[in-house]
């Protein structure tokens, strides 16, 4: 059994105690009348604390005790250093065990009906132990799926609702982000690396909207004049963190932003249509004009 496993096993039993968590005895009970845990061995206080240290290291959720002596108890935390991705975290493994425990709620929740298959518990195995993948991938320009080896994950973004890992497999090149749907075939190598001590996830993305990182596009201040009709949904969900609200023009209220306007920006901002107009920079103005007039003849042709 891999570590993630009993990670999540011993989280998800934590949760489902509330605030009064359990004592040592109560999670060897529950540990040792679980087949598949205990057919990885019996209970060990030992292993429980390194568990413990392990799952505050890598996924910031701390499992505290309070009471004292014998009345040890252990719970999970209240609080965490990033909060958003403790609380995320501690969702999907509450979801994970309602739908288990309640098969019927399946019926009432709409899902594809083709999902793809998705390696992200392999890879969150493969960044705990920094052990190298390799895999099949099916990139935007090529037509034939490129075989990727000896890929060093160094972290995992999500965007847009889709799961991205981020690496590379030659120190000497910049890092990839490469999109979780388009990667086949991924395996654990027995090979593992060091990874970079200087990495810092936040740093390489920052001013960046999306997954492609162009370095050659410096940050710009950019406002952007917004109709009232899709204000609403914009304000609940920021189109980047350094998005803020700072006055109105004619009825229409206007968003400031500080980000490096790649592709990716251009191309949520045409998604929008006339919901948005670009008040600033001029260059991001003009590039979105150019590009609708090359839409608009598009469709004339076709007339």
């Not at 999670?27 to 292993?47: P, T």
């Not at 604390?49 to 004292?68: C, T, V």
């Not at 309640?102 to 929740?109: E, F, K, P, R, W």
Request: glycine share 6%; charged share 25%; with cysteine.
């Amino acid at each position: 059994m891999t570590p993630l496993k009993k990670y999540i096993w011993l989280v998800d039993t934590l949760m489902r105690s509330g605030d009064e968590g359990l004592t040592l005895e109560q999670i060897g009970l529950q540990w040792d009348a679980d087949d598949d845990m205990y057919s990885n061995g019996a209970f060990s206080v030992r292993s429980f604390h390194r568990h413990r240290n392990e799952i505050e290291e890598l996924f910031d959720i701390k499992i505290e005790s309070h009471g004292s002596g014998h009345s040890f108890h252990y719970r999970i935390a209240n609080k965490g250093k990033n909060d958003y991705f403790r609380h995320w975290l501690l969702n999907a493994i509450a979801v994970n065990r309602i739908v288990t425990d309640n098969q019927h709620v399946t019926q009432l929740i709409d899902l594809p009906q083709n999902p793809t298959h998705s390696p992200l518990a392999l890879l969150i195995e493969a960044l705990i132990e920094q052990r190298k993948v390799s895999f099949t991938l099916d990139p935007d320009t090529a037509t034939e799926p490129i075989t990727c080896n000896d890929f060093m994950p160094h972290a995992l973004k999500r965007f847009n609702h889709r799961w991205h890992l981020v690496g590379r497999n030659d120190t000497r090149k910049p890092y990839r982000c490469l999109p979780l749907d388009r990667i086949h075939h991924c395996e654990l190598q027995e090979q593992t690396f060091q990874r970079d001590p200087n990495f810092d996830i936040q740093r390489l993305f920052l001013g960046v909207y999306g997954t492609l990182i162009e370095e050659n596009i410096p940050a710009k201040n950019i406002w952007l004049k917004v109709s009232p009709s899709i204000a609403g949904s914009l304000r609940a969900n920021k189109l980047h963190d350094s998005q803020t609200e700072i006055g109105h023009q004619d009825g229409y209220p206007i968003f400031a932003l500080r980000l490096r306007p790649g592709s990716e920006f251009r191309q949520r901002l045409l998604s929008l249509g006339s919901g948005v107009e670009v008040l600033k920079p001029r260059s991001l103005r003009q590039a979105l004009q150019a590009e609708t007039q090359k839409m608009a003849l598009l469709y004339q042709a076709s007339e």
